[in-house]
């Protein structure tokens, strides 16, 4: 017979002991406690979840969806788009024209700035949906650091005093003039007013500082963007937008008579 048989078979076996009148008392092996070991299981399962979901995320990629029509036409309400962040985390460069997710400024969030309690930190960094959330906005990089920037209505953006060729991803021209910092400024999301420059800044120029982005919605003048809340810091960036995987086909509209 197989000497690991046999082990295991003594193993299984009750085992006898003598008591203090001389009596035989058998003594069987306790059973691993099942309630226990799922418990444990389970833990294991979730803390690797979350793990990997965080490892995905800061590392590689992360998918968003839509919600607004700020970025119409090139992304519709609903749209699924994934989020890569490779290029941020080996160096690459922000170039004008990338469509970047970022967490907005603060002025645009009634001055509340993100949160660093364990339950937001830990949404921040898995998406799951039951956990604090916090809004991300997604635009098109305009203005570079050291651009100067000035909006002309009805006619576009110029950076240093060239005018953009923007007719392959703008809804319509800007329907506002933007000269010099004291022209930034609107309404937040929440209906509040911004105005993001001191009275001493409000006849500079617009320039854009280091470390910061210009950055606008691709429908001008439905969008809270730059034009409202002023630069954005490079550090709020979440990552660029890279491949659109999911969108909503409606079908188009046919006469009633059709149907009938």
């Not at 949404?123 to 991300?136: I, M």
């Not at 933007?178 to 617009?206: C, F, H, M, W």
Request: hydrophobic fraction near 35%.
């Amino acid at each position: 017979m197989d000497p690991d048989s046999i082990t295991t078979q003594r193993s299984e076996m009750p085992l006898e002991t003598k008591t203090t009148d001389g009596t035989a008392e058998t003594k069987k092996n306790s059973k691993p406690n099942t309630v226990q070991g799922f418990i444990r299981e389970i833990v294991e399962l979730v803390v690797v979840t979350l793990v990997l979901l965080i490892v995905i995320r800061w590392a590689l990629a992360e998918a968003r969806y839509i919600p607004s029509s700020s970025m119409e036409p090139t992304l519709q309400i609903n749209d699924r788009l994934l989020v890569e962040k490779v290029s941020g985390h080996l160096g690459k460069k922000i170039q004008r024209g990338d469509i970047l997710v970022f967490y907005p400024p603060p002025i645009e969030l009634g001055g509340q700035d993100l949160k660093n309690d364990p339950l937001t930190v830990l949404g921040r960094l898995t998406g799951l949906p039951f956990l604090p959330y916090e809004p991300a906005f997604i635009k098109r990089t305009i203005g570079l650091p050291g651009d100067h920037i000035r909006i002309q209505h009805g006619v576009g953006v110029y950076i240093n005093g060239q005018l953009l060729d923007e007719s392959n991803y703008t809804k319509e021209k800007p329907n506002y003039d933007l000269n010099v910092l004291g022209d930034i400024g609107g309404r937040s999301t929440d209906g509040g007013v911004i105005q993001p420059y001191r009275a001493k800044e409000l006849n500079e120029p617009i320039i854009v500082p280091p470390g910061h982005l210009f950055m606008m919605g691709d429908n001008r003048n439905n969008s809270e963007d730059s034009h409202v809340w002023g630069f954005l810091d490079q550090k709020r960036v979440v990552g660029r937008a890279c491949l659109l995987f999911w969108r909503h086909l409606a079908p188009p509209p046919y006469p009633q008579i059709l149907d009938e």
